[in-house]
């Protein structure tokens, strides 16, 4: 299997947003699922978009969420900041964020101790999508037996990371989706209040095309591409 990871091991993912799971691994958590791995989402923070592309609410989002999950085989999934206050300053509450990753009640990893922690990659272009980074970053650092931490930690990136971020041809763990391509669309279709027109990177159309990019590095017909930031066995 995958990182040599077995069935009934467990995996934690970390995305800024409900959506970005999907957009950035939507293949790889399919894949995972389909060998038997527990696959657990805490999606950090959602809020309202009145201005943004088609407006949507956080009960829109949720119910996306829900919808993208279950096409995955999702086990465990939670939106922290669901339209609360701290979701439009995420900035302002990083303490909290480290804690919330690190130890909190139900997804997170003391609680699940989970053999891989997937998170946005230290180069997105979206300053949110950093600011996770770096809180899942510090709740993963090696503390002996005082805190639990995952032996393998990767960074996704999204289809904006693709096509605009520096780092991103510096991306050299490349999954091949291309069995679970078909789940990882259904999924994006989920999030139709997320995805957009063709000529943007957010369009399934686009998406598709980034995923054959990745695929075509290693000779598969899709594939996603992660930073491994910890590997080791």
């Known amino acids: ?16 947003h409900p959506d970005d799971e999907t957009l950035g691994a939507g293949g790889t958590l399919a894949r995972f699922t389909e060998d038997g791995i527990e696959v657990h989402v805490l999606a950090i923070t959602c809020y309202d978009l009145p201005r943004w592309g088609t407006p949507s609410t956080v009960a829109q989002r949720a119910g996306e969420f829900e919808a993208a999950c279950d096409v995955l085989g999702v086990s465990g ?36 101790r989970p053999a891989a922690l997937l998170i946005p ?27 639990y ?18 780092e991103a041809g510096r991306r050299p763990v490349l999954v091949d989706i291309t069995a679970s391509a078909r789940r990882k669309d259904k999924a994006l279709e989920c999030y139709a209040s997320q995805l957009r027109d063709l000529a943007h990177p957010r369009s399934i ?9 990745a695929g075509a590095e290693i000779g598969a ?7 491994p930031y910890r590997m080791a066995w």
Request: aromatic share 6%.
């Open 149 to 166: 931490s995952p032996r393998i930690v990767l960074g996704f990136e999204g289809p904006e990371d693709r096509a605009w971020a520096p």
């Open 77 to 112: 999934r939670r939106i922290a900041w669901l339209g609360d206050d701290r979701a439009h300053r995420v900035h302002d509450h990083m303490p909290d964020l480290v804690r919330l990753i690190e130890d909190g009640p139900e997804l997170s990893l003391n609680a699940l």
């Open 1 to 16: 299997m995958m990182f040599g990871l077995t069935r009934g091991d467990r995996v934690l993912v970390v995305p800024t």
């Open 121 to 147: 990659t230290a180069g997105s272009v979206h300053q949110e999508h950093q600011l996770i980074h770096r809180a899942c970053y510090a709740a993963a650092r090696p503390a002996g037996a005082a805190r």
């Open 221 to 227: 017909g899709r594939a996603e591409a992660f930073t």
């Open 205 to 213: 159309e686009r998406i598709r095309v980034i995923d054959a990019a």
